[in-house]
């Protein structure tokens, strides 16, 4: 004779239910779909760093990932005039030393209704970006950056920006990883995605 029971039942089913709704309304809500090995960089409310950041020594000639952007890319800063900074995405310290004096990275900002990616660097201590293009939310793009003599290339989808480079070679260095500001900390919980690509 079987004994059903009837509570253990209705709780599991529950319990289905709630996850399948649950997972349905994530991929609905994000529109996206990240590839699986990619990490996904969460940056919480009130706070610069994202939640993944780990120190890692890297010497390479070339940095290559793809990144997408999900709706919690869009903010606006408490002062307007912060609108115009630049977050930093992924790079490299370079030429040996901190971030500070050498450095390439690409940065991102959410500004007038768009999400620009910009080349940001360091060179001497002294800070320089140029906007390479914009990005559509909830869309994979490929991202590009190649240490050459003297010089950076930044590529965004193809399309590709110089910007000086102190030294020569390698790029030698630690990684960087997302970083919200700028002056403010991130408004609201920004969730980043990013895979390294060979």
């Not at 059903?4 to 994530?26: D, G, H, K, P, Y």
């Not at 930093?88 to 940065?107: E, I, M, P, T, W």
């Not at 500004?111 to 293009?133: C, F, P, V, W």
């Not at 102190?166 to 990013?194: K, S």
Request: negative net charge; proline residues 3%; contains cysteine.
């Amino acid at each position: 004779m079987i004994h059903f029971n009837w509570r253990r039942q209705l709780t599991v089913a529950f319990a289905f239910i709630c996850l399948s709704s649950c997972e349905v309304m994530s991929d609905l809500e994000l529109n996206l779909e990240p590839a699986p090995e990619a990490v996904t960089y969460l940056i919480p409310q009130g706070q610069h760093y994202a939640t993944s950041n780990f120190y890692k020594k890297t010497t390479s000639s070339k940095l290559r990932f793809e990144v997408l952007f999900d709706s919690s890319a869009v903010y606006t800063t408490t002062d307007a005039a912060n609108q115009g900074d630049i977050n930093k995405l992924y790079g490299l310290s370079d030429c040996g030393g901190l971030h500070q004096v050498n450095s390439a990275r690409f940065g991102w900002r959410w500004y007038q209704n768009k999400l620009e990616i910009h080349a940001y660097t360091y060179l001497n201590k002294q800070r320089q970006s140029k906007l390479i293009g914009t990005v559509a939310l909830g869309k994979k793009s490929v991202c590009e950056l190649e240490f050459l003599d003297q010089e950076y290339q930044f590529w965004l989808d193809g399309k590709m920006v110089k910007m000086p480079r102190a030294c020569n070679g390698e790029g030698a260095g630690y990684q960087l990883y997302p970083y919200f500001g700028g002056d403010e900390t991130a408004p609201h919980d920004v969730t980043i995605y990013i895979r390294d690509l060979e």
